[in-house]
Structure formats: structure tokens, C-alpha cells
């Protein structure tokens, strides 16, 4: 059975690195792509980018380009999305997705449960 | 980049048929697939290239996909699919992103 099992809640202060992590189990890690989206409170949905676990590949939304890093650790089937320094309009949940084919990212069958990151000071 | 454009809410009573759209410039041309939401869950995939099933999803939730509007169509409308529905494609125009639409909240009068 496919699961994304993602980390719990996060309460950071501005300023404050994190990183969130999606461990998934039930299939070849590096096989399949990984995406990561953004849901704002109350918001739809975003896009935030893909990583590719074989080569780290990975591809961003222009939108968040710059503000975060996705990674992947094979060892663990472990995928994750970083910031260096945390703003107040980071505060969303957070969800990871693997797609229903393993040669691309255009639809995602599995998500994992999401992740509240609130940043306040 | 490419826009999806949904309308933000969609009432229906329970019984009859729900209809949820998503235009976009030539969206005809493009693989769409919808999302369903309920309040603090993931989203579950309702509806994948245009007009597949997955494993799971009752026959009542249907799509279809022509020139600048795709729809999402979920007959005999019951309570428990009062939730946001939200439509999704892959724009390989621009370096190959993912894009949602704005998302539908769906309530069931």
C-alpha cells in the first residue's frame, strides 16, 4: 500500500529556518516524482515544485522559486521541503503528492496528510 | 503562465445534478483532472484525463473537456459531496508546471 507519511505541525517565529519532511513507503522511491503544494488558510491550491528522487532533479513554480528548497533522501524515501528564513506569509498547510505514473508529474493519485506550518511572532 | 478560472461556489440540492467548470484558453487541448477537498482532509482525486474514474470514485462523478471549458458533472448530488473541488493541469508550455484552478466550493442545500 502507497503512503506519504508527513511531519507534524510547526509554530516558527519569523526569520526561522525549517524543514518539513513526507516519508513515503509502499513503492520504488526513487521511481516516481514528488510534489510539493501549498494551501494558504482558506486558499485553494498551489504548486510548488517536483523533485525527482533518482537525480534530485527538481523543478519549481516561479512563484516560489528562490523561497524554498525541495530535497530527497533515498536512504530514508524521505522527501522535503526547506526555507532558510521564514515569513509570516509562509503560514499554510503544506502537502506532498506522488503522481499515478512514473514518467512524469501531470496527475497525483497520493497525498500525504498535510503539514500546518504557522510562522507568528 | 496558464490560468484556470472556476466559479467560486456552486449550490445544488440533494438529488439532482451538480455542474462545476473550468475554462481556460483552448483547455480542449489539455489533459484535465479534478480534485475533491472536504474540510481538513487531503485532496482525493475524482477525475483524471478528462474523463477516467479512479478505482473508488462512484459512477455519479463524470468530466468532460471542449474548447475553453472542462466540467465536472456529479449526478443524484448526495450531503457527504458538499466539499471544494478544484481543477488541475500540466502547462508544458511553461517549463512543464502544474496549475489548479481557483477551486469550487460545492454545497449541498
Known amino acids: 500500500e502507497v503512503e506519504l507519511v508527513q511531519s507534524g505541525a510547526e509554530v516558527k517565529n519569523p526569520g526561522e529556518s525549517l524543514r518539513i519532511s513526507c516519508k513515503t513507503s509502499?513503492?520504488?522511491?526513487?521511481?516516481?516524482?514528488i510534489a510539493w503544494v501549498r494551501q494558504m488558510p482558506g486558499k485553494g491550491l498551489e504548486w510548488v515544485g517536483v523533485i525527482d528522487p533518482n537525480d534530485s532533479d527538481t523543478r519549481y513554480s516561479p512563484s516560489f522559486r528562490g523561497q524554498v528548497t525541495i530535497s530527497a533522501d533515498k536512504s530514508t524515501s524521505t522527501a522535503y521541503l526547506q526555507w532558510s528564513s521564514l515569513k509570516a506569509s509562509d503560514t499554510a498547510i503544506y502537502y506532498c503528492?506522488?503522481?499515478?505514473?512514473?514518467?512524469?508529474?501531470?496527475?497525483?493519485?497520493?497525498w500525504g496528510q498535510g503539514t500546518l506550518v504557522t510562522v507568528s511572532s | 503562465s496558464y490560468v484556470l478560472t472556476q466559479p467560486p461556489s456552486v449550490s445544488v440540492a440533494p438529488g439532482r445534478t451538480a455542474t462545476i467548470t473550468c475554462g481556460g484558453d483552448?483547455?480542449?487541448?489539455?489533459?484535465v483532472h479534478w480534485y475533491q477537498q472536504k474540510p481538513g482532509q487531503a485532496p482525493v482525486l475524482v477525475i483524471y484525463y478528462d474523463t477516467d474514474r479512479p478505482s473508488g470514485i462512484p459512477e455519479r462523478f463524470s468530466g468532460s473537456n471542449s474548447g475553453n471549458t472542462a466540467t465536472l458533472t456529479i449526478s443524484r448530488v448526495e450531503a457527504g459531496d458538499e466539499a471544494g473541488y478544484y481543477c488541475q493541469v500540466w502547462d508544458s508550455s511553461t517549463d512543464h508546471h502544474v496549475v489548479f484552478g481557483g477551486g469550487t466550493k460545492l454545497t449541498v442545500l
Open positions: 503528492a506522488r503522481p499515478e505514473d512514473n514518467n512524469d508529474y501531470r496527475v497525483f493519485v497520493y
Open positions: 509502499g513503492y520504488s522511491f526513487t521511481n516516481y516524482w
Open positions: 483552448n483547455i480542449g487541448s489539455k489533459n
